[in-house]
């Protein structure tokens, strides 16, 4: 079983920076690829980018290539998500989610509770 955390969402200006953290726990949590996800009211839940479980071949969607960077640390059992140059659409509660590493939410096992990301113009 797997529990995860997410941290470090807020409030900031269009062109800033945050850093989400997810902390993982569970006894099979190093061989779970982790994904993060956004979801915005009245909007379906969206990809945003995943990692492996050994931490490579990170992918993204188009919408936040070039400004986000995912990553993942076993031994801290942490996966973060470095968001830069954030403008005020990717506002929307963000999600860390472990499984099978793709694009669709339905492949992924377990879900953290989600921490809020709002992004000011």
């Known amino acids: 079983q797997v529990q995860l955390v997410e941290s470090g969402g807020g409030l900031v200006q269009a062109g800033g920076s945050l850093r989400l953290a997810c902390a993982a726990s569970g006894r099979t949590v190093s061989r779970y690829g982790m994904g993060w996800f956004r979801q915005a009211p009245g909007k379906a839940r969206q990809f945003v980018a995943a990692i492996t479980w050994s931490g490579g071949s990170p992918t993204y969607a188009d919408s936040v290539k070039g400004r986000f960077t995912i990553s993942r640390d076993n031994a801290k059992g942490t996966v973060y998500l470095q968001m830069n140059s954030l403008k005020p659409e990717d506002t929307a509660v963000y999600y860390c989610?472990?499984?099978?590493?793709?694009?669709?939410?339905?492949?992924?096992?377990?879900w953290g509770q989600g921490t809020q990301v709002t992004v000011s113009s």
């Open positions: 989610g472990a499984g099978r590493v793709a694009a669709d939410p339905r492949l992924y096992d377990y």
